[in-house]
């Protein structure tokens, strides 16, 4: 991707230097709360957790990284470096627990408010009820692994948040309702989510 050397390019790595610095405050805070058993949820609501699915993958890579640490550790043989690849190291892997740590955190809400979807420490998606026509248990495969995707619907765009390339509830809404994503804001007819208990989520 290349960026103009104008306004408009400035404005945009401005845009992408403030979510990078959202996310990354985002994943400390997730591994704060994850320590201090605090997940983002109110008092006054149901909380449903969608990390099953990805909680395997993601503890590989913790593994495979602490690992790499040690053996970086105990073959290089040069003192300076052997000191800045292991605070290198240590960071990345606590931040890779981090990541694991906004997906335990960050819930799914159900309240007196609405549905509430999220993904991590940045996407939170907020459906007043009175704009939910139905919601059902329901599964549809993702073209890609992003956990945000937008796809067209009959009557407009389908916003789907998806766990291993899948989602299982969807939400149908009585009319187009504008919601903020990491991108922007998107006007949207249906959401499409992924809860470990799906059924339970729907009943």
């Known amino acids: 991707m290349t960026v ?15 979510r990078a610095l959202r996310f990354e405050a985002g ?9 201090a058993r605090r997940p983002r949820v109110r008092a006054d609501a149901h909380a449903f957790g969608y990390a099953k699915a990805v909680e395997p993958v993601i503890w590989v890579f913790i593994v495979v990284s602490a690992i790499e640490v040690v053996v970086a550790h105990l073959l290089l043989p040069w003192p300076v470096v052997r000191a800045i690849l292991l605070i ?9 627990v981090g990541m694991l740590a906004s997906v335990k955190v960050n819930v799914h809400e159900l309240s007196r408010d609405g549905v509430r979807a999220r993904y991590g420490s940045n996407v939170d998606v907020l459906i007043p009820w009175t704009a939910v026509a139905s919601v059902r248990p329901q599964r549809y495969d993702l073209p890609s692994s992003r956990a945000v995707q937008l796809s067209d619907g009959p009557g ?20 187009p ?10 006007t949207i007819v249906e959401l499409r989510c992924y809860a470990d208990d799906a059924r339970q989520f729907v009943a």
């Open 27 to 35: 994943i400390w805070l997730s591994l704060y709360r994850w320590i």
């Open 4 to 18: 103009d050397d104008g306004p408009a390019g400035r404005s945009e790595v401005r845009t992408l230097a403030r």
């Open 88 to 96: 290198l190291g240590l960071w990345g892997l606590t931040w890779m």
């Open 177 to 186: 309702v504008t919601v903020a994503l990491p991108k922007g804001e998107q």
């Open 156 to 175: 407009g765009a389908v916003l789907s948040i998806g766990v291993s390339s899948q989602t299982n509830v969807r939400i149908a809404l009585r009319s």
